[in-house]
């Protein structure tokens, strides 16, 4: 009698963690890639991780964020692709933003640096995100946005 109790909570609990917005549940790197429509690998990071993870967050029907998280000491960085393209009033869309020739826009915050462009081709949206008490250099996340390979 236990066991058909325990399934359907299990299961129920599994549903839950895929369709209700839970960013706490860290998955391995690779997981998004079976659970929603976002393939992304990276193959560089500026410094050498210690800990890395996924989180899904849902953003309506067929949409789905994905943010992959890098760690190292006080040094983070993470790499958000979503499905959605939106029309974003965010400063980094800024033309003035806009990296010479390229498709990329950068903003350096207050404590963290950013760097943001659409992937049409995929339709998908793209940001990376450098936090830590040591700077990059803006060339360093280009080098991470050029190093992804997005499907």
Request: net charge positive.
């Amino acid at each position: 009698m236990k066991k058909k109790v325990s399934i359907p909570v299990i299961l129920l609990g599994i549903l839950s963690i895929l369709v209700i917005d839970v960013p706490f549940f860290h998955y391995p790197i690779s997981t998004p890639k079976y659970l929603v429509n976002v393939d992304t690998k990276v193959n560089y990071i500026p410094f050498k991780d210690t800990k890395k993870y996924a989180t899904i967050k849902r953003c309506g029907n067929d949409c789905s964020e994905v943010k992959y998280h890098y760690k190292k000491n006080n040094r983070y960085m993470s790499i958000l692709v979503t499905d959605k393209l939106s029309a974003s009033s965010d400063s980094i869309w800024d033309k003035s933003r806009k990296i010479g020739k390229t498709k990329f826009f950068y903003e350096k915050r207050k404590d963290e640096q950013l760097l943001a462009w659409i992937d049409k081709k995929n339709e998908k949206e793209i940001f990376i995100t450098y936090k830590g008490n040591k700077k990059i250099n803006r060339n360093e996340l280009v080098k991470v946005a050029n190093s992804l390979s997005i499907k």
